[in-house]
């Protein structure tokens, strides 16, 4: 565990989460609607149906909440749950820089921490939204420790690596 941040840095797959408890899955999502790149396709290989939520909360936006900000929780098995975090507007860097959105992680994550209490769940990741949303991590970890770990709930990050 980092002293300073109180997360536990951890090699593997974040879609199998270490330890023992209830667990949170969390994960960064765009409001374009898109599912089909990155991290969300290791979920959608384990459980369908965070998949099958995200469509449906987008395709329902009008009147389901679904905005940068907010947050779906979707239960996948008896103590596992997927967290869709919409923290991306829209999937291209362009000329608004990279898609990711501080603001919008932040307010998820807070959202996060209040289901976390709820649920009674660590809280396991990958590095949010510094893959396809190009984020830095410099400037999603302080958010995550001001949300979670200060709130004294166990973070898990998780840095994949292919099996040799």
């Not at 999502?29 to 987008?58: I, M, T």
């Not at 649920?119 to 949010?128: G, Y």
Request: charged share 20%; aromatic share 8%.
């Amino acid at each position: 565990m980092n002293e300073l941040t109180g997360i536990t840095y951890l090699k593997g797959d974040a879609t199998s989460p270490h330890g023992k408890g209830r667990k949170l899955i969390a994960h960064v999502c765009n409001d374009a609607g898109g599912w089909g790149k990155g991290f969300v396709l290791a979920v959608s290989k384990r459980w369908p149906k965070p998949e099958q939520e995200y469509r449906r909360w987008h395709r329902d936006r009008a009147s389901s909440g679904f905005a940068l900000g907010a947050v779906q929780v979707v239960q996948v098995e008896q103590y596992v749950w997927v967290a869709n975090m919409v923290g991306q507007h829209g999937i291209r860097t362009g000329s608004n820089g990279p898609p990711v959105r501080y603001d919008a992680i932040d307010t998820a994550l807070a959202q996060l921490a209040a289901e976390a209490r709820d649920l009674a769940v660590s809280v396991h990741m990958p590095r949010i939204g510094c893959g396809l949303a190009g984020g830095n991590w410099e400037r999603v970890e302080p958010l995550i420790t001001a949300r979670l770990t200060t709130a004294r709930i166990p973070v898990s990050v998780y840095d994949y690596e292919e099996a040799a």
